[in-house]
Structure formats: structure tokens, C-alpha cells
């Protein structure tokens, strides 16, 4: 089999020839730290690799490192990303340095560091954390999801890559009830969902509106070429949801629906749903919404073992992650601890298909090239079936 038509056998559930990987996602990269370390490791010549994701400071890996891992992916990257920066060039506002997005935030870090010393930009700035009515929210100046200078050029580089062997895959193309926490903070936004949640609806409706208009023009460029896109939605931390999970099916599953709904109606594709933490409590929602993938299977989380997962709900929804813990092993571990693991979930995930190989969230900062090395290499070895 070649790339694509591994990926796509696992996506729908069958086996084939081995475990696809992948590598180079905004939920699957690798830190520049990290990478600049890693080339250095394995001899290759890199020396400016552009950012896949400024604010989360993770670069596209180059050809050579994507071959030397056996990458099956291939990522067809608009002009922005999901957070459309305004301006590349970091500015400062009050004590901290960064930039503002399309919607408003603020992404920064503290001014008093270096800036090429930050590991990441953080939401600072919410421009509705003041908001107290939903007139305000109707009143806010919001950005035009259909801006045809997000896709200039990407239909010719989305062909050139369909010629390639490799699945082809977005980034981020949607996010709706995590976005409403950028824009009011974390806290203010959970708040709402229970007490004000007409505020919350007003704000993912809108939400949705431009996540719909941009899926339309980027499908329009790409719906033909691209297999998998991918959706945002973080909803968890590390014991479980962050709400109760009926109130995410009451209130924020229908709204993801109509997002799921619209990208199917306009290109066959698959959906890659990325939700960090404690998930299975809520599996069973992006099952009935209709994602097909689910990532990044953060398996240091409560009730994440991997054959638990596999056996409850990997008939239903394919698996993208899980490798490696990244929290604690894929950092801390020696090389042979790591090809232990990455063996060990390998043999939970990967029968029956409906598993693509991935490191489980980004690869941070201070994660050492060998390290690295043992988890692609283990996921080339015990991916055969």
C-alpha cells in the first residue's frame, strides 16, 4: 500500500498493511526547540523551517524528517491558520509582548523575557470579558469567514500534493465552544454555559457562521484533493469534562453538528475531532455528531487506557494519538521505556484498523532528539500486522 491508501483503509476500519503515522499537525507537531534539536541529531539540514502554528511555536518538519519517520501525511496549509494573526511581527501591549487574532485576542506572553526565549503565546487579552449582554456580541466586530486571501495559491499547492503518495490533511478548520473561552477567558466562559448560556449560544452561532463560510472556500480550493479535516474543540482536562457532559449534547453538540453537517455536504471527507484530557464521557456524543477521528488520545488521563478505549469505542471512531505519553514518558523516559509503551498501546489500538499513529499532542520543547527517534522508529517496527 502506499500512504494514502493506508490511511484511508484505517480510517475505515480495516487493517492494512501497517499502523499509518503521522507527524507535522497543529495537535501532532513538534516544538522548534525540539526540532531544531532533532535535525541536529539525525544530520540534516533544515535551518529555516517555517512555523506550522506561530502561536503554539511548532514548525512543519521538512521532507527529509517526515521520509526518515515513514510520515503517511501530508498537511495542505491555508495562508493562516486557524488563528489568523493580524500582524507576524509581535507588539507590545501593557507588560506582555504578541499578537491579536481575527476575532480579537490577544496572544502574548510576558514583555520582560526575550521573545525568542517564550515556548508559546497564551490567550491575554479577551475582548469580551466585559460583555454582559448579547447586543454586544452582535455588535462585535467579527471577521469575514469567506476572505477568499485565506486560500490564494492553495488549490495549486493542494494538487501538487495530491500527486504525491500521501493522505492529505488540514489544520484546524473549526472551533467552536473553545473559542468562546479565548474570547471571554477560560473561566467567564464556563461560567455563562451555566448561568448566562444565551450569552455562549450568541457567541458560537457567530462562531459558526465563519467556521461554515471558511470550510466553504477552502473546500471549494481543496475538497477534491484533501481526506482528512480537522476540528478543534478542547472540552477537558485530565479527571474528566469541564461541564457536565448532558450540557455539551444540550448546548454545544448541535451547534458542531451543523459544522460536521456542512463540511460533509460540500467534500467526502473525514473529520478529526481534537479534544484533549478525559474523554470518554464524552466519546459517545462525537460518535452520534458524526466525527470519524478522534484526537489525540491523551492516555495519561483518567479512564484513558488504551485497550479500555479501544474495546468500548473503537468500532464507532478511529483513533489518532496515543502513542506515547508526552506528558511524562516521551520526555522523561529513556529510549527502551519509550519502545515499550509505544509497543504496548500499539497492541491495544491497532486491531481491526481504525488507528493512526501519532504523538499525543505536540512534541515539547525539551523532549530529546533520541527520544523522539525511539517513538517513530518503535511505531515503524510494531506497526505491522
Avoid at 89 to 94: A, H, K, L, Q, S
Avoid at 256 to 279: F, M, R
Avoid at 341 to 362: E, S
Wanted: aromatic fraction near 12%; glycine fraction near 8%; include cysteine.
Amino acid at each position: 500500500m502506499n500512504s494514502r491508501e493506508r490511511l484511508l483503509t484505517s480510517l475505515n476500519h480495516q487493517e492494512p498493511d501497517r499502523v499509518p503515522i503521522d507527524l507535522g499537525g497543529n495537535q501532532s507537531g513538534i516544538h522548534k526547540i525540539a526540532y531544531r534539536n532533532l535535525v541536529d541529531y539525525l544530520g540534516i539540514e533544515d535551518p529555516n523551517p517555517r512555523y506550522a502554528d506561530f502561536i503554539q511555536q511548532i514548525v512543519d518538519p521538512c521532507e527529509e524528517v517526515l521520509q526518515r519517520f515513514h510520515i503517511d501525511t501530508r498537511y495542505i496549509r491555508p495562508k493562516h491558520n486557524m488563528i489568523k494573526i493580524k500582524d507576524m511581527e509581535p507588539e507590545y501591549v501593557d507588560k506582555y509582548v504578541g499578537v491579536y487574532d481575527q476575532f480579537g485576542v490577544f496572544w502574548g506572553n510576558f514583555a520582560d523575557k526575550p521573545i525568542e526565549s517564550h515556548l508559546y503565546y497564551d490567550p491575554i487579552i479577551h475582548p469580551f470579558k466585559d460583555f454582559t449582554h448579547t447586543s454586544e456580541i452582535e455588535n462585535h466586530d467579527w471577521p469575514d469567514g469567506s476572505d477568499p486571501s485565506n486560500f490564494r495559491g492553495l488549490r495549486e499547492a493542494a494538487k501538487s500534493l495530491a500527486e504525491t503518495p500521501y493522505g492529505l490533511v488540514t489544520p484546524p478548520s473549526g472551533c467552536i465552544f473553545e473559542y468562546t473561552t479565548f474570547l471571554f477567558g477560560f473561566v467567564k466562559a464556563v461560567t455563562l454555559l451555566h448561568k448566562q448560556p444565551e450569552m455562549i449560544l450568541t457567541t458560537m452561532q457567530h462562531l459558526l457562521k465563519y467556521w461554515k463560510e471558511y470550510n466553504s472556500g477552502l473546500l471549494k480550493e481543496i475538497g477534491d484533493f484533501v481526506n482528512v479535516v480537522c476540528v478543534n474543540g478542547d472540552l477537558a482536562e485530565q479527571h474528566g469534562p469541564f461541564f457536565n457532559p448532558k450540557t455539551y449534547g444540550a448546548l454545544i453538540a448541535p451547534i458542531e453538528k451543523q459544522l460536521v453537517d456542512h463540511i460533509k455536504k460540500i467534500a467526502p471527507v473525514k473529520i478529526n475531532y481534537h479534544c484533549c484530557g478525559s474523554t470518554p464521557k464524552l466519546l459517545p456524543y462525537f460518535i452520534d455528531i458524526g466525527f470519524n477521528i478522534y484526537n489525540p488520545v491523551q492516555i495519561s488521563a483518567e479512564d484513558m487506557e488504551p485497550c479500555s478505549l479501544k474495546m468500548r469505542f473503537g468500532d464507532g471512531i478511529v483513533f489518532w494519538g496515543g502513542m506515547c505519553d508526552t506528558q511524562n514518558m516521551l520526555p522523561f523516559g529513556t529510549p527502551e521505556n519509550i519502545r515499550n509503551q509505544v509497543r504496548k498501546n500499539f497492541q491495544c489500538l491497532k486491531p481491526k484498523g481504525g488507528y493512526v499513529a501519532a504523538n499525543i499532542h505536540n512534541i515539547t520543547a525539551e523532549v530529546p532528539p533520541e527520544n523522539i527517534v525511539a517513538m517513530f522508529d518503535a511505531a515503524y517496527e510494531f506497526g505491522k500486522y
